[in-house]
């Protein structure tokens, strides 16, 4: 089963570099010094580049395990070298509203996430490397949605569930 993120982010992080160059020729046009823009630019592009590994990636669940793949770059982890892999409810934090309440978190490390934190968040602000996740298609018609998150490693929950819960902690 192969499960990737909708195409949008791809956009989003496209248009946030070219933000980040017109961003980075403004301060070098307003200045002799190029040291400071320099560490700007690429500290927002550090940024971008850890939100797109958390989007970007594509997973490849089978038998012998799940290979995380971005770019050109693969890694195959099988079922026994993931610590953590369990189905998580994600309840709504105050002013965050997400359709994905419940998914599957994945982990090469032992993971406990914070209970007002979503994975997506998680993955993106600590672990962007080693932590990947499913998140089940909401029952919230899309109409709905309040943020743009969607088509995010979204999959079918009995699907899902029937392909690979014996691999799963309860």
Request: include cysteine; hydrophobic fraction near 45%; charged fraction near 15%.
């Amino acid at each position: 089963m192969v499960i990737k993120s909708s195409k949008d982010y791809h956009v989003i992080v496209v248009f946030l570099l070219s933000c980040i160059a017109v961003f980075f020729f403004i301060l070098l046009s307003a200045g002799n010094d190029v040291l400071f823009p320099c560490i700007v630019a690429l500290f927002l592009s550090y940024i971008v580049l850890r939100f797109w590994i958390s989007v970007g990636r594509t997973l490849t669940f089978g038998e012998n395990g799940c290979t995380v793949s971005f770019l050109f770059l693969k890694k195959h982890y099988t079922w026994e070298a993931l610590r953590t892999k369990c189905v998580a409810n994600f309840p709504n934090t105050i002013g965050y509203r997400d359709p994905y309440v419940q998914g599957v978190i994945f982990s090469s490390k032992k993971v406990k996430m914070p209970l007002k934190q979503k994975p997506s968040q998680y993955s993106f602000l600590l672990h962007p490397f080693c932590f990947f996740f499913v998140n089940f298609t909401p029952t919230i018609p899309y109409s709905k949605w309040v943020n743009v998150m969607r088509g995010l490693y979204e999959v079918d929950k009995d699907t899902f569930l029937e392909s690979f819960s014996q691999y799963l902690e309860s």
